[in-house]
Nanobody
Framework: QVQLVESGGGLVQTGGSLKLSCAAS????????MGWFRQAPGKEREFVAS????????YASDSVKGRFTISRDNAKNTVYLQMISLKSEDTAVYYC????????????WGQGTQVTVSS
């Protein structure tokens, strides 16, 4: 069955860095677009970043552009989110998601990993 498992979350001080990982299984990873989303307490889930199936194209939201970098390793069936210069407003549960290249919506999601940025 399809499974996405995030890891790498934790507690970090303002200005610090974290690298999230998401290990995917169940479908051909190299044929999937991948994305990272986050949800802060009391807020709706929001898009963070995405990467196409080959890794040749990435996109990040304005709120994280220049600080967060999405990447993938198709040999390891893993997508990453490198986060630097973390701010308190980055505190959220971070989710990875996947979608087939022919689809417009993400259809499988991980369970999430908590990122807490403290001052």
């Amino acid at each position: 069955q399809v499974q996405l498992v995030e890891s790498g979350g934790g507690l970090v001080q303002t200005g610090g860095s974290l690298k999230l990982s998401c290990a995917a299984s169940g479908r051909t990873f190299s044929s999937l677009h991948m994305g990272w989303f986050r949800q802060a307490p009391g807020k709706e889930r929001e898009f963070v970043a995405s990467i196409n199936w080959s890794g040749s194209s990435t996109y990040a939201s304005d709120s994280v552009k220049g600080r967060f970098t999405i990447s993938r390793d198709n040999a390891k069936n893993t997508v990453y989110l490198q986060m630097i210069s973390l701010k308190s407003e980055d505190t959220a549960v971070y989710y990875c998601a996947e979608r087939e290249v022919t689809k417009s919506r993400y259809d499988y999601w991980g369970q999430g990993t908590q990122v807490t940025v403290s001052s």
